[in-house]
């Protein structure tokens, strides 16, 4: 099974702020199939990334996504207030697993 | 519009079973898989397993055998997870998502149901 740790566990900054989201897979990930989702409070998970760095439709382009090795980064270059959220990795390439989650919350 | 409707919440009793419903529209039912996903109170995601629209066979996970149905109903487009002999630990929230495979490889996760809330509670 491919274990993902995702870090931090939890990320203060401030609206305008760059957030960097990190998740690490535990073997390689063929193909790069990794998927970020963003979920908030009583919300199901909406998919943001996938492939690594392919933008879901609709996402804005403050989000980006980028793979090196079995290291894996979720980018948002500004953040809004409705950005503030939890967000999981995914891998889909052997099975699927879920990271941990990463908390963005207001500094 | 391309959604999944889940059913509403249930409270149950330890040792009952539950039946949670999730309605695809506007997209044909069978293109896509559908898995389940469980969130217990202030905890990640788990995925459950899923189950092949074609041919109707589910695929559990380590920790989702025995207790756990996954069926289908395609002249409603609905898929069902079903959780049998209830305890307190099944208190979580369930999702279902779909999943597209072609050539053997298969995608995230790209729409999701609202979930559904499970409480089991004495």
């Known amino acids: 099974e491919i274990v993902l740790t995702q870090s931090p566990g939890t990320l203060s900054l401030s609206p305008g702020e760059r957030a960097t989201l990190s998740c690490r897979a535990s073997?390689?990930?063929?193909?790069?199939?990794l998927a970020w989702y963003q979920q908030k409070p009583g919300q199901a998970p909406r998919l943001l990334i996938y492939?690594?760095?392919n933008r879901a439709t609709g996402i804005p382009d403050r989000f980006s996504g980028s793979a090196s090795g079995t290291d894996f980064t979720l980018t948002i270059s500004r953040l809004e207030p409705e950005d503030f959220a939890v967000y999981y990795c995914?891998?889909?390439?052997?099975?699927?697993?879920f990271g941990q989650g990463t908390k963005v919350e207001i500094k | 519009q391309v959604q999944l409707v889940q059913s509403g919440p249930e409270l149950k009793k330890p040792g009952t079973s539950v039946k949670v419903s999730c309605k695809a529209s506007?997209?044909?039912?069978?293109?896509?898989?559908i898995n389940w996903v469980r969130q217990a109170p202030e905890q990640g995601l788990e995925w459950m397993g899923w189950?092949?629209?074609?041919?109707?066979?589910?695929m559990y996970t380590e920790g989702f055998t025995g207790r756990y149905v996954f069926s289908l109903d395609t002249s409603v487009s609905t898929a069902y997870l079903q959780i049998t002999s209830l305890t307190a630990e099944d208190t979580a929230v369930y999702y279902c998502?779909?999943?597209?495979?072609?050539?053997?490889?298969?995608?995230?996760?790209?729409?999701w149901g609202q979930g559904t809330l499970v409480t089991v509670s004495s």
């Open positions: 998502a779909r999943h597209y495979c072609s050539g053997g490889v298969c995608s995230d996760f790209d729409i």
């Open positions: 506007g997209y044909t039912f069978t293109t896509y898989a």
């Open positions: 189950i092949n629209m074609y041919t109707g066979n589910p």
């Open positions: 073997q390689s990930v063929s193909n790069n199939f």
């Open positions: 492939g690594a760095s």
């Open positions: 995914q891998q889909y390439a052997a099975s699927r697993t």
